[in-house]
C-alpha cells in the first residue's frame, strides 16, 4: 500500500523511492529516473538551492580595482588624501612635484584619482607627505579568509573532512 509512484516515470517504486534534485526540487523516482538528478543529500548543507539557473544571467562583472592589481591596494580615497596633506603643507603641485621630482601634471591626475601611482611614486608621496596611501585594512581583509563573506563550498567540504576525521 506504501507504493509510490515515480515522479518523472509515473512508475511504482518498489523499496524505497530515490531522492534526487533536480532544478532545486526534491522529488522522489525510480531507481532508473534518479540519474537525471543529483542525489539530495549533497544538497542539504546548501539552502539556496537555485543557484545555477541564477548565476547564468549574472554577468561577470570585473572587479573595480581589476586594472590595479599589480599595484599596492590604495586606500578608497587616496586622491583627496594626497591633495589635503599637500594643501596642508601649503605647497602647490608643481613645488610638490620638484620635491619629489614627479611631473606636476602627474600629480594632479593622481589627485583626481584618474591614474593610481606606480608604488615608486606612491612611496615618495607617503614620505614626503607623510600620510599612508597602502590601504592595510584590505590586506586585513584578504589575510582573515573566510569572516564576513560566508562560506563556499569549498570550506563546506574541509569541514566535512575534518568531522569526519
Ligand atoms: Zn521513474
Do not use: Y
Amino acid at each position: 500500500m506504501t507504493e509510490k509512484q515515480c515522479e518523472i516515470c509515473g512508475a511504482e517504486i518498489s523499496g524505497t523511492p530515490q531522492k534526487i534534485v533536480i532544478d532545486g526540487s526534491t522529488m522522489e523516482v525510480c531507481k532508473s529516473c534518479a540519474r537525471f538528478g543529483k542525489p539530495e543529500d549533497k544538497f542539504t548543507l546548501v539552502p539556496k538551492k537555485m543557484v545555477p539557473a541564477e548565476r547564468a544571467f549574472t554577468v561577470v562583472r570585473p572587479k573595480p580595482r581589476d586594472h590595479f592589481k599589480d599595484l599596492t591596494e590604495l586606500v578608497p580615497d587616496f586622491g583627496r588624501k594626497i591633495r589635503e596633506a599637500r594643501e596642508g603643507l601649503g605647497l602647490s603641485p608643481e613645488e610638490l612635484g620638484s620635491r619629489i621630482k614627479e611631473k606636476a601634471a602627474l600629480l594632479k591626475k593622481i589627485e583626481r584619482e584618474e591614474i593610481s601611482p606606480e608604488d615608486a611614486i606612491r612611496k615618495k608621496l607617503e614620505k614626503e607627505l607623510k600620510i599612508k596611501l597602502a590601504d592595510e585594512t584590505s590586506e586585513t581583509r584578504v589575510k582573515s579568509g573566510s569572516s564576513g563573506r560566508g562560506l563556499t563550498l569549498g570550506d563546506i567540504a574541509s569541514i566535512k573532512r575534518k568531522n569526519e576525521r
